[in-house]
């Protein structure tokens, strides 16, 4: 079975400061993990996925088999990044996404 | 590029009755499209994967009977609530996907039940 745990539901941080949400995953092969964010009253939309090893918004994320863990973090910490995170992950190509419970970033001036 | 589309984004409806969401991939074509609920505060739970031509595979705990899942070409599926009670009020979002792992979202339907 697949399970992610995202520990934090809430994580309210400075503008400028470092954030980092948290993500933890159980699977027994090799999978995809993703990020995706939910600015208000917007869809769900794909932020970073670890495939691709790419920073989006300054956002970056490392996949860390030993740990099953891939936490989402940004140097400094801007208003506009205040959304509601999940991790997802998927086992192979074009099959269900399982997601987190959420973590909603806020981040004040 | 790919927007995903859902009809209607709000719809009431009274107990008993039944009630279609379509969902559309307006641009591209989707190989699968995905049916999540998502109750106020929580997370996105799957109900249902279809694949155009093919029935709906459920997940465990959803009744297929009642969430009937029509995936007719590649760019719409349709959700069919039927016989809706309110304990099925909530937010019903669906996404495509192309088969590279990427799924598409689209807004969301809010059901209310009354």
């Known amino acids: 079975a697949q399970r992610v745990t995202q520990p934090e539901k809430l994580l309210s941080v400075f503008k400028g400061a470092p954030v980092e949400l948290k993500c933890n995953y159980s699977?027994?092969?090799?999978?995809?993990l993703f990020w995706y964010v939910q600015y208000s009253r917007q869809r769900l939309q794909l932020l970073l996925r670890?495939?691709s090893r790419e920073s989006i918004k300054g956002f970056t994320a490392d996949l860390n088999k030993g740990e099953t863990s891939f936490h989402l973090k940004k140097p400094f910490a801007q208003e506009e990044d205040s959304a509601m995170y999940y991790c997802?992950?998927?086992?192979?190509?074009?099959?269900?996404?399982?997601f987190g419970e959420g973590t909603q970033l806020t981040v004040n001036p | 590029g790919a927007v995903v589309s859902q009809h209607p984004s709000w719809v009431i409806c009274k107990s008993g009755t039944s009630v279609k969401i379509e969902c559309r991939s307006l641009?591209?074509?989707?190989?699968?499209m995905f049916w999540y609920r998502q109750f106020p505060k929580q997370s996105l739970m799957l109900m249902a994967t279809?694949?155009?031509?093919?029935?709906?595979?459920?997940e465990q705990g959803v009744e297929k009977d009642k969430f009937l899942i029509n995936h007719a070409s590649l760019t719409l599926s349709t959700l069919t609530v039927t016989s809706a009670h309110p304990e099925d009020s909530s937010f019903y979002i669906c996404?495509?996907?192309?088969?590279?792992?990427?799924?598409?979202f689209g807004p969301g339907t809010r059901l209310t039940v009354t």
């Open positions: 699977y027994s092969g090799s999978p995809e």
């Open positions: 670890h495939i």
């Open positions: 996404s495509a996907g192309t088969g590279n792992y990427e799924q598409y």
């Open positions: 997802a992950l998927s086992g192979t190509s074009g099959s269900r996404l399982t």
């Open positions: 641009d591209f074509q989707a190989t699968t």
């Open positions: 279809s694949n155009e031509g093919s029935k709906a595979t459920y």
